[in-house]
Every structure is written in C-alpha cells, then in structure tokens.
C-alpha cells in the first residue's frame, strides 16, 4: 500500500512585515472611501485606476523578470500583497487573471515576442486578460472543447463560442483554449492562442448573473483571423498547459477570502457584548480561516521550491470553498438581518451580496467534484 | 526537521509499530499497565524529550517532541505519553526532580468553578494538600503534578502515585481519567512556587490533544483509503465508487486541516503557550475528528464497527479527546472573545499574527 500521508509542511516564517505595513497603508488611503458593500466585490470589483496605481507600486508581476516588467520578488512576497488587497477588499479584478493566470502563462511558454509585448503592460496594471476555456458543451469537461482553429495562409482561422468569459468585455486579450488538431485526439489536438480581442469577427455579449451583474460574457468567434505569432508554446500542447496552469492556482488567499468582507461586517454589528453562541460562530469561522492560511501558505512555499503540490492545494480549495459558502449560513443565524442588495444597511447588504455569489464559489476554477476526484487520484484511489 | 530530528520520530514510530498490538490494547483497556512498552518507550529517552538542555533533557527540539506525540496517537499507544511529556517539561520548569515512571498533570476545569479546588499550606514537616482533582489522565498509574492556590501564590507539587483517593474513571477509548481526592503531606522538595508555564494547564492540555487528534486522523485515513481499495462490491473496490471517494477527499481535507491546526499548537506549546492558536487548533481538530470518524465508519461498513477492527482505537480516542480539556464551543468561544476584543478592523490583523 502506497502511504496516504499528505504532507503540508510548515509555511515559510513571515519576515515580510515592512511589505505587509506599506501594503496596509497604501490601502487605508486608497479604499477609504470604498465601502462595504464594494469591498465585498473583491476580485470581481474591477478598477482600471486602481489596477494602474498597483502597477506603479510595483505589485503586478511581482515575481516576473526586471527585463519583462516585473519585479523580481519572491512568490511569499506576491502572497503578502494578495492576501492584503483581498482582506481589504480592493478591487482587483482588472489586473487579476493577468498577473495570477495569463502573465504567467506567457512566461513559461510565450514567443520572447510575446513577452516583451505584453508583460510590461501587464505589470504596469494597463493590460488585462479573459480567460477562453469554458464552452457551451464543454465545462468540467474541458477536453471536449469545439472551438477550432483551422490552419490558413500566415495564421489560423477560429470559430466556435466560448462561455462564462469573465470580463471578456473589459479586458485586451483572452487566452484562447481550441482545437488545432485531429477531433478524436482528445488532448493532444488543443492549444492555447492569444487573441487580441479587438480583432474582426469577435462578438462578446454580456451573460447577466442571477443577481443581474455583469461580469461574464458569451464570446462567439466567427472566421476571426489570427497570425501564426499567436501560439503560445507550442502547437498541440494546450492540455499540458493548461493542467500547469491549474495546479498552480488553486492554492491561494483568493480560495478562502471571498467572504471575509462579509465576516468583518457581521464582526462589526455584533459589537462589544455578542451572545457566546454568536462569539462561539465568529471564533470558529476565524478559526478556520488561520488554519487554510496555513495551508494555503505552506503550498505556497512548496512552489516556491518547485515542487508539483497538486493534490494539497485541491485540498485547500475544496475546504476553502467549503469555509466561503459557510460563512454566509452562518452570520444569517447569528445575526437577525435580512439581506437586499438595496439595502442601506452594509450588513444586508453585503450579506446579499455574498449570499447570490455563494454558489459559484464550488464552480468555478473547477466545481467541488472535480476537485474531489482530483483528491481521490492523490489519494491512490483512481 | 533535521535528519537527527526525523530519525527520533521513525524510530519511535517502529517501536509503536512492532509493539502496540491490537492485543496490547485491548489488554490495557482491561486495565493492565503495559510495563514492557512503557519502560521500550523509556529507554529511548521520550519521557523527557521536552525537557530543555540546560534542565537536565536532551536538549531536542520541542516540534520534535510534539511530534512523537502526534505519531504516538497515530499508533493509539495506551500510554500517558503527552501527559508525562508535559509533566516533566512543567517540573524541570520548577526546578523540581522528575520521577523516572509516568506522570500526569491536573488541569481544572476553566469553564466551571471546581467543587472543591485544590489548595496547599505550609505545614510543619512539609505542604499539606487537599481538594479534589476530577478525571486525572493516568491519575491511579502516575505521579500527579498539580498546581495549587496557596498563601504564597500559587505553587506547583508532585504528588507521588498511590497517594491520593482514586475513584477509578476512564473516556469513551477506556483510557484512564481517575478522580483524584487529596488530604495530605507532601515533603518540602516536591513543591515550588508555580513557573509561568504552569499557569496555563488547560491550554497545554488542549493543545496536546490537537496535537493526538491529528496524529489519530491520519491514522484513520490511512486505514480507509487502504480498506476502500481492497473491499471489492459489484466486482470492483469500493474506492472506484465517486460516492465513496467524495467522502474520502472530504476525510482527507478535514485531516489536512487537522494537521495544520495541530501545527499551529505544536508552535504554541513549544513557545509560550500563546492562547488563540491553541484555541484555534483544538477546535477545529475537534470539528474535524467528528466529521472524519463519521465517514471512516460509513467508509469500513460493519466490520469497521466490530471490536476485532482496529479502527475503533481510533475513532474512540478522537471521540474522547475532542470534548476534553474543553470542547469545540469552548475554545471557539475563547477565540471570538479575542475576535470581538480586536474589533471589525482588527479582524485581520489578528489573523495573520496568528
Ligand atoms: C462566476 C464564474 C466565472 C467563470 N469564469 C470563467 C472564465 O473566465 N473563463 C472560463 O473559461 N470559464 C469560466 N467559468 C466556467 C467554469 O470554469 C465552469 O463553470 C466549470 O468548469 C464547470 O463547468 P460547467 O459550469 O459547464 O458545469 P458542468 O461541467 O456541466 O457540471 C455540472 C455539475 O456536474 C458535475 N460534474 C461534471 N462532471 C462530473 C464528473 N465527471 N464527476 C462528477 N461530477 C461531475 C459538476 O461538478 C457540477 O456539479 C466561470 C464560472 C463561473 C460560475
């Protein structure tokens, strides 16, 4: 038998407090007038000026290479910032698939062209990133994604319709997952291109959520031309880097913070004399999250060596969604609050907020199944 | 950990290995003390692995220590490991001579007044102690260091096996918890105002049995993914099922947060018995060894729930462990008594000094 002992060594020691001090500060000042109930929309709040300002302290591409933009500074110190800009609320939606996802996508397989292109403008909090994997028949199952990109003279030809693109009508560029080889070669006929998303023959029509916010998009792809120089690694690798991508990104602060907002206001209106029940609820979801924090910092420093934690942080997700879908259960029995986005009251109505976003938090970046079975497969069992 | 520090760990971890038998259990559950494993457990010096160098220990490091606690639990060793563990760290802290057998320690309740609290008095030829001490771990078996109010402040005493009136006890894994009742002489050298460190009972207490709930977790993990790949229904192992893996991730998830909150006790424990950790990890290994044992049992079907499965060593003591020294609600309590002292925006920052 194969030992099942999973392994989360403890995280690397916090030195970084003069970051976490000038992080906090820039801040106060820069969310001061931002309140509760925008704080709530942390990273689907998107902000052009903000993201800009970020650019300029240097907190997008953190860990890049100078020569690329970026900053050079260790992935504990990207952490740092994250962490803080998500407890706080900052809206850091505009720059957020690019600096987490799609920058360093281009790092690790981009053409030096594409680096030099985009990177810098990435860093500088000017250039912003959808992701195109999702498609009408194709969700967790990704591989059977249709969209095709048909060899033509000096480039591709695409068609096809992508789904759920998040921020698809905001951003520059999408990361575009397709088709580029033999229909039966299930994983090795895909690759990823990058789209300009200003090119002829791209439609995106907004998708309103249940609450009716636009965030997500429908983005249809007709006879839309794309230069050779738009492969991003090489062609017919997609799957392979797509499944990098992944594993790298289900660990972070973003897997547990998404209803921290709406913790801090329950925090709030308890005030000074809460019931014990009350106090016992508040203690035990702050409980949780020190412990994911953890977690979640322990693989953090297990990247940061190089190492491949992908089953540990499909764990960390997975509890953390748990944890996020929770603590709105929980404040709505502590508190007598009813929620309306309308409401004047922050507490309805971040409450709200948090109670219509509840369920995508098992969906998206792969559903609680999907992880489980992940799970499962480091466990031994598949 | 270092390679010294991983070799202290595996080799206790073989000796548990060859010698806790199912057998060795189930006869101490029947109360027989296990000498023979006591006195292994002895040779190889833990009893005092968290005595500090400069008070006569080995000088290890205290995460080490703690982590032969934890694999201990991994084993289910009937023996009061931790508790000596804590008892001699807490005497060599006094500066008072440790015993070479087991000890245990008495940490009262902090949730409801004691009955009859223990107090100490200078008498001619010594202290006097009396008072009553409920559900001592060992409390027949072993010395006793308990901490008691006095004129002079508190002071700690150790109190010899065999003196006090035992009413014989025991938890959920039939592991010994004795009332203990007091009314006598203890000689001058056996008591010493009480150090810091002894203040906090309670919290060692709590943030020991996190530190054996993980450990026990683990083991309950391991034994469910080995049994759901070798139980075979409908012509495969029970582990190809998606239903029976998803609870499985689930046990794995709720043993990984185990794991890290216990770590989060371990660093308090080896360092100044800082309260919100303790209260943070012994709450949510208690969360997680109900969610975990439920699932193991659904997981192993009836023979999980026979007494020739070892599966119940396990389940028993997480069952026990994760309502003494204070159960979840109390320590989640304690924790959002700090959460509302630091306030809405002090919520963080609480966090990430934690
Ligand atoms: C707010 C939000 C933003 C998003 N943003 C983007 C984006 O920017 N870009 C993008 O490409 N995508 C995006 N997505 C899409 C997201 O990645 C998909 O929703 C996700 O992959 C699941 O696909 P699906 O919704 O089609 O569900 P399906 O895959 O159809 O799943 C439906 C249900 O069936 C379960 N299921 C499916 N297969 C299995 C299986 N093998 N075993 C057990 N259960 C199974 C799932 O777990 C789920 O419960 C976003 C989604 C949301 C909700």
Same mark, same amino acid.
């Given at each position: 038998?194969?030992?099942?002992?999973?392994?989360?060594?403890?995280?690397?020691?916090?030195?970084?407090?003069?970051?976490?001090?000038?992080?906090?500060?820039?801040?106060?000042?820069?969310?001061?007038?931002?309140?509760?109930?925008?704080?709530?929309?942390?990273?689907?709040?998107?902000?052009?000026?903000?993201?800009?300002?970020?650019?300029?302290?240097?907190?997008?591409?953190?860990?890049?290479?100078?020569?690329?933009?970026?900053?050079?500074?260790?992935?504990?110190?990207?952490?740092?910032?994250?962490?803080?800009?998500?407890?706080?609320?900052?809206?850091?939606?505009?720059?957020?698939?690019?600096?987490?996802?799609?920058?360093?996508?281009?790092?690790?397989?981009?053409?030096?062209?594409?680096?030099?292109?985009?990177?810098?403008?990435?860093?500088?909090?000017?250039?912003?990133?959808?992701?195109?994997?999702?498609?009408?028949?194709?969700?967790?199952?990704?591989?059977?994604?249709?969209?095709?990109?048909?060899?033509?003279?000096?480039?591709?030809?695409?068609?096809?319709?992508?789904?759920?693109?998040?921020?698809?009508?905001?951003?520059?560029?999408?990361?575009?997952?397709?088709?580029?080889?033999?229909?039966?070669?299930?994983?090795?006929?895909?690759?990823?291109?990058?789209?300009?998303?200003?090119?002829?023959?791209?439609?995106?029509?907004?998708?309103?959520?249940?609450?009716?916010?636009?965030?997500?998009?429908?983005?249809?792809?007709?006879?839309?031309?794309?230069?050779?120089?738009?492969?991003?690694?090489?062609?017919?690798?997609?799957?392979?880097?797509?499944?990098?991508?992944?594993?790298?990104?289900?660990?972070?602060?973003?897997?547990?913070?998404?209803?921290?907002?709406?913790?801090?206001?329950?925090?709030?209106?308890?005030?000074?004399?809460?019931?014990?029940?009350?106090?016992?609820?508040?203690?035990?979801?702050?409980?949780?999250?020190?412990?994911?924090?953890?977690?979640?910092?322990?693989?953090?420093?297990?990247?940061?060596?190089?190492?491949?934690?992908?089953?540990?942080?499909?764990?960390?997700?997975?509890?953390?969604?748990?944890?996020?879908?929770?603590?709105?259960?929980?404040?709505?029995?502590?508190?007598?609050?009813?929620?309306?986005?309308?409401?004047?009251?922050?507490?309805?109505?971040?409450?709200?907020?948090?109670?219509?976003?509840?369920?995508?938090?098992?969906?998206?970046?792969?559903?609680?199944?999907?992880?489980?079975?992940?799970?499962?497969?480091?466990?031994?069992?598949? | 950990?270092?390679?010294?520090?991983?070799?202290?760990?595996?080799?206790?971890?073989?000796?548990?290995?060859?010698?806790?038998?199912?057998?060795?259990?189930?006869?101490?559950?029947?109360?027989?003390?296990?000498?023979?494993?006591?006195?292994?457990?002895?040779?190889?010096? /833990?009893?005092?692995? /968290?005595?500090?160098?400069?008070?006569?220990?080995?000088?290890?490091?205290?995460?080490?220590? /703690?982590?032969?606690?934890?694999?201990?639990?991994?084993?289910?060793?009937?023996?009061? /490991?931790?508790?000596?563990?804590?008892?001699?760290?807490?005497?060599?802290?006094?500066?008072?001579?440790?015993?070479?057998?087991?000890?245990?320690?008495?940490?009262?309740?902090?949730?409801?007044?004691?009955?009859?609290?223990?107090?100490?008095?200078?008498?001619?030829?010594?202290?006097?102690?009396?008072?009553?001490?409920?559900?001592?771990?060992?409390?027949?078996?072993?010395?006793?260091?308990?901490?008691?109010?006095?004129?002079?402040?508190?002071?700690?005493?150790?109190?010899?096996?065999?003196?006090?009136?035992?009413?014989?006890?025991?938890?959920?894994?039939?592991?010994?918890?004795?009332?203990?009742?007091?009314?006598?002489?203890?000689?001058?050298?056996?008591?010493?105002?009480?150090?810091?460190?002894?203040?906090?009972?309670?919290?060692?207490?709590?943030?020991?049995?996190?530190?054996?709930?993980?450990?026990?977790?683990?083991?309950?993990?391991?034994?469910?993914?080995?049994?759901?790949?070798?139980?075979?229904?409908?012509?495969?192992?029970?582990?190809?099922?998606?239903?029976?893996?998803?609870?499985?991730?689930?046990?794995?998830?709720?043993?990984?947060?185990?794991?890290?909150?216990?770590?989060?006790?371990?660093?308090?424990?080896?360092?100044?018995?800082?309260?919100?950790?303790?209260?943070?990890?012994?709450?949510?290994?208690?969360?997680?060894?109900?969610?975990?044992?439920?699932?193991?049992?659904?997981?192993?079907?009836?023979?999980?729930?026979?007494?020739?499965?070892?599966?119940?060593?396990?389940?028993?003591?997480?069952?026990?462990?994760?309502?003494?020294?204070?159960?979840?609600?109390?320590?989640?309590?304690?924790?959002?008594?700090?959460?509302?002292?630091?306030?809405?925006?002090?919520?963080?920052?609480?966090?990430?000094?934690?």
């Amino acid at each position: 038998m194969t030992e099942t002992s999973i392994t989360f060594p403890p995280p690397p020691a916090d030195t970084l407090s003069d970051l976490r001090a000038e992080v906090r500060d820039f801040l106060a000042t820069a969310l001061a007038n931002r309140k509760p109930r925008d704080r709530a929309r942390t990273w689907t709040g998107f902000d052009a000026d903000f993201s800009a300002q970020m650019g300029e302290r240097g907190w997008i591409g953190m860990t890049w290479p100078k020569r690329y933009g970026g900053h050079e500074r260790s992935a504990l110190e990207r952490y740092v910032v994250l962490e803080e800009m998500l407890a706080a609320g900052a809206p850091v939606a505009a720059h957020w698939i690019a600096d987490r996802q799609s920058g360093p996508l281009l790092l690790k397989a981009g053409t030096e062209e594409q680096r030099q292109a985009i990177l810098p403008r990435i860093a500088a909090g000017q250039c912003f990133f959808c992701i195109g994997m999702s498609e009408p028949d194709s969700g967790s199952d990704l591989a059977a994604a249709r969209t095709r990109a048909t060899p033509v003279e000096g480039g591709f030809r695409v068609n096809g319709t992508k789904l759920w693109t998040t921020y698809g009508h905001k951003s520059h560029y999408m990361i575009l997952f397709c088709r580029t080889g033999a229909a039966d070669d299930r994983h090795g006929g895909t690759s990823q291109l990058l789209v300009d998303l200003s090119t002829p023959g791209i439609t995106i029509r907004p998708i309103a959520d249940l609450s009716g916010e636009h965030h997500f998009n429908e983005v249809v792809f007709e006879d839309v031309f794309l230069p050779s120089s738009a492969v991003i690694g090489a062609l017919g690798d997609g799957w392979n880097q797509v499944m990098g991508e992944l594993a790298f990104e289900r660990s972070g602060p973003e897997r547990f913070l998404s209803s921290f907002i709406l913790l801090v206001e329950a925090v709030r209106a308890l005030g000074q004399s809460p019931s014990v029940a009350a106090q016992a609820a508040v203690g035990r979801l702050t409980g949780q999250i020190v412990t994911l924090r953890r977690l979640s910092r322990s693989v953090a420093g297990l990247l940061q060596r190089g190492e491949n934690p992908a089953l540990q942080a499909a764990l960390v997700k997975d509890q953390g969604a748990l944890l996020e879908q929770e603590i709105p259960e929980v404040v709505r029995t502590i508190l007598a609050v009813e929620p309306s986005l309308r409401s004047p009251v922050d507490l309805s109505n971040v409450l709200a907020h948090i109670v219509l976003a509840a369920p995508c938090f098992s969906l998206r970046g792969g559903t609680r199944e999907i992880l489980r079975g992940i799970i499962a497969r480091g466990l031994g069992l598949r | 950990m270092s390679d010294i520090d991983q070799i202290v760990v595996e080799t206790a971890a073989r000796l548990f290995a060859d010698d806790v038998t199912p057998q060795l259990r189930n006869a101490a559950e029947a109360g027989s003390w296990p000498q023979a494993l006591w006195e292994a457990v002895a040779d190889l010096g /833990l009893p005092e692995a /968290l005595v500090p160098e400069q008070a006569g220990g080995y000088g290890l490091d205290p995460l080490v220590a /703690l982590a032969v606690v934890r694999t201990a639990a991994r084993f289910a060793v009937p023996l009061p /490991l931790a508790e000596t563990l804590w008892a001699n760290r807490l005497l060599a802290a006094a500066g008072l001579s440790r015993p070479s057998g087991p000890v245990t320690f008495f940490a009262p309740a902090t949730s409801a007044p004691s009955v009859d609290p223990l107090q100490i008095t200078r008498s001619a030829d010594g202290w006097r102690l009396v008072g009553h001490a409920p559900r001592v771990p060992w409390g027949a078996q072993a010395d006793v260091v308990v901490v008691a109010d006095s004129a002079d402040g508190p002071m700690i005493a150790r109190v010899p096996a065999g003196r006090a009136t035992v009413t014989a006890g025991d938890n959920l894994a039939a592991e010994p918890r004795d009332d203990l009742a007091f009314d006598l002489v203890l000689p001058a050298d056996s008591v010493a105002p009480a150090p810091r460190l002894a203040l906090s009972l309670q919290e060692a207490g709590a943030a020991l049995r996190a530190i054996q709930m993980a450990g026990a977790l683990e083991r309950v993990l391991e034994l469910s993914v080995r049994y759901a790949s070798e139980r075979v229904q409908f012509g495969r192992p029970i582990g190809k099922f998606q239903a029976v893996q998803q609870n499985l991730a689930i046990l794995a998830g709720q043993t990984a947060a185990a794991g890290g909150a216990a770590d989060l006790a371990a660093e308090a424990l080896a360092e100044d018995l800082d309260p919100l950790p303790i209260a943070i990890a012994k709450a949510r290994t208690g969360e997680a060894a109900s969610s975990a044992c439920a699932i193991a049992h659904q997981v192993h079907g009836a023979i999980g729930f026979t007494h020739e499965h070892e599966l119940h060593h396990f389940t028993r003591r997480l069952w026990a462990w994760r309502d003494e020294y204070g159960n979840d609600t109390h320590w989640n309590a304690r924790v959002g008594a700090a959460v509302t002292a630091a306030g809405a925006d002090g919520l963080w920052p609480l966090i990430t000094a934690a």
